[in-house]
């Protein structure tokens, strides 16, 4: 029996190039499906957490005002009490700033991980 004679190159390369362009679009059709349900889990999830936000933060002021009042009924002065009350936030406020700049300073933005990375490779590179 006689085979058919083999393809030549352009027509393999045309077949390659056809299959590829094929994959890269279902890839890109799948991950248009995955990325528009995270989407609207990760917007759902923000407006979530933001709504929770905003409550604890008005619970928190309305608690701010109630202590404040409280202890302006024991001194008698709003001015003295929003002081007591308001010194220890403005103090944790001020300690929270110096942290977060301190962990935002440029010596820990650096990429750790590919540093790492990049010595591995080369001393797996300078063993062999």
């Known amino acids: 029996m006689r085979q058919p004679p083999a393809p030549g190159l352009r027509t393999l390369l045309a077949d390659g190039l056809r299959h590829g ?3 890269f679009s279902q890839e890109m059709t799948l991950l248009r ?3 528009d349900g995270n989407i609207r889990a990760i917007l759902g999830l923000t407006a979530r957490f933001g709504t929770v936000a905003m409550l604890v933060l008005a619970a928190l002021v309305s608690l ?3 202590l404040v009042k409280t202890v302006a009924a024991l001194t008698g002065s709003d001015i003295i009490a929003s002081l007591i009350v308001g010194t220890p936030f403005a103090g944790a406020a ?3 700033m110096v942290l977060g700049l301190r962990r935002m300073s440029r010596k820990n933005l650096y990429p750790r991980r590919f540093e790492r990375q990049v010595e591995k490779d080369v001393e797996m590179v300078a063993r062999s």
């Open 94 to 96: 001020v300690a929270l």
């Open 21 to 23: 362009g094929d994959l």
């Open 33 to 35: 499906q995955e990325t």
């Open 64 to 66: 701010l005002v109630a």
